[in-house]
């Protein structure tokens, strides 16, 4: 990722800890094992099937720091769908430049009126995280919760922030209450492993435990084909 001042430094490190989809589930070939198919609860507002699936695509690779994987999704997303707010926040998060950065979260921001309101908070969450607003920042991730309260990744962008804050206790409950809704969402115990490795109170032992669940559960597993379920269009976009 490019160099940033602090305020955009923070919005990106926010954004790359939690990821909003319908799903995880590629080829073993393309991407790796992912884990257990759906996970999340979470609308996803596109008219495009190629855009969803390179958005999914792009999900998976990010889920498991395949960054460069995840950019070129993200790009060919909102490529095949230029009204996608979702593919350009994302498209945001992995930009080469601060331009770049501003122009896709800009673009998210312009087709908000046609996002639903879990996808209108997470692109808030941003915009208040880049101009340093982190109260509102913090108020915007918790009415996340509270609109989707079943998504994991939802959770996740809370404990993002709380991180920023420094409240790690709360971002560590924030992240096991992920982990109690999508056990297998590797994302979720690499975020809890790292808040362990580098966060005071530190705990060597629980870290390598989520990092082991990660690995465990990024293995291939012989002959099993992933596929993407249920996520939103424009005509329907009620949560998967």
């Not at 001042?5 to 909003?20: D, E, F, P, Y």
């Not at 996970?39 to 460069?68: K, Q, W």
């Not at 993200?74 to 501003?102: I, K, P």
Request: glycine share 8%; charged share 20%.
């Amino acid at each position: 990722m490019f160099t940033l001042h602090r305020r955009a430094r923070g919005a990106l490190a926010l954004m790359a800890l939690a990821w909003l989809g319908a799903c995880s589930g590629y080829d073993s070939g393309e991407l790796g094992s992912p884990g257990e198919g759906v996970i999340l609860a979470m609308p996803l507002t596109t008219g495009s099937e190629e855009a969803r699936n390179h958005y999914l695509a792009g999900t998976d690779a990010a889920d498991v720091s395949r960054f460069l994987d995840a950019r070129d999704h993200f790009l060919q997303a909102v490529a095949s769908d230029s009204t996608f707010a979702m593919g350009h926040l994302q498209a945001a998060n992995f930009a080469n430049s601060l331009d770049e950065f501003t122009a896709h979260l800009r673009a998210a921001e312009a087709q908000m009126l046609a996002a639903t309101r879990a996808e209108q908070l997470m692109i808030q969450v941003t915009r208040k995280g880049f101009d340093g607003d982190v109260e509102g920042q913090l108020e915007t991730a918790i009415a996340l919760t509270q609109e989707t309260p079943e998504s994991p990744r939802a959770w996740l962008t809370l404990a993002g922030v709380q991180t920023g804050l420094n409240r790690h206790e709360d971002a560590r409950a924030s992240i096991r209450r992920a982990i109690e809704l999508a056990p297998t969402l590797v994302t979720a115990h690499i975020q809890l492993g790292n808040s362990y490795l580098f966060d005071d109170p530190k705990d060597f032992t629980a870290e390598q435990a989520h990092m082991q669940s990660a690995v465990e559960l990024r293995r291939p597993i012989p002959g099993r084909r992933s596929r993407p379920l249920g996520t939103a269009s424009r005509s329907s976009s009620g949560a998967t």
